[in-house]
C-alpha cells in the first residue's frame, strides 16, 4: 500500500513562489515516474506536471509551462513542484501521484490528503 503525504502549500500574493513536496512511501519510488496533479474548486483534477523515473525528463501543461518546475530525489523518495510567477488561477489543492512514462493519468489508486495552494490578487 503506497502512502502519499504532500506539503509545502500556503497563501501567497499573485506572482509569488511555493514549493511543494511529495514523500512517497511503500512502494519502489525510484521505480515509477511520478507527477503532479491539482484540482480547483467544483473542477475535475487535472494533470499538471511529469517526470520520468531517472529525473531527465519533465513534462508540463500549457497552463504552467515556464513557471513550473518538477524534480525529484529518488534517494529521499521525494518529488517536488517549484512553482513560480504564481497566478491566482493556480489555486487548488495538489498532489502527487504515478504515472506511465510520459503519461498524464495516475495509475495508484491512494492519494495522499494533498496541499492547499491558495494565490491572491
Known amino acids: 500500500q503506497v502512502q502519499l503525504v504532500e506539503s509545502g502549500g500556503g497563501l501567497v500574493q499573485a506572482g509569488g513562489s511555493l514549493r511543494l513536496s511529495c514523500a512517497a512511501s511503500g512502494r519502489t519510488f525510484n521505480s515509477y515516474s511520478m507527477a503532479w496533479f491539482r484540482q480547483a474548486p467544483g473542477k475535475e483534477r487535472e494533470f499538471v506536471a511529469g517526470?520520468?523515473?531517472?529525473?531527465?525528463?519533465?513534462y508540463y501543461a500549457d497552463s504552467v509551462k515556464g513557471r513550473f518546475t518538477i524534480s525529484r530525489d529518488n534517494a529521499k523518495n521525494t518529488v517536488y513542484l517549484q512553482m513560480n510567477s504564481l497566478k491566482p488561477e493556480d489555486t487548488a489543492v495538489y498532489y502527487c501521484n504515478a504515472v506511465a512514462p510520459g503519461a498524464k493519468v495516475a495509475i495508484w489508486d491512494s492519494w495522499g490528503q494533498g496541499t492547499h495552494v491558495t494565490v491572491s490578487s
Open positions: 517526470i520520468r523515473w531517472g529525473g531527465g525528463s519533465t
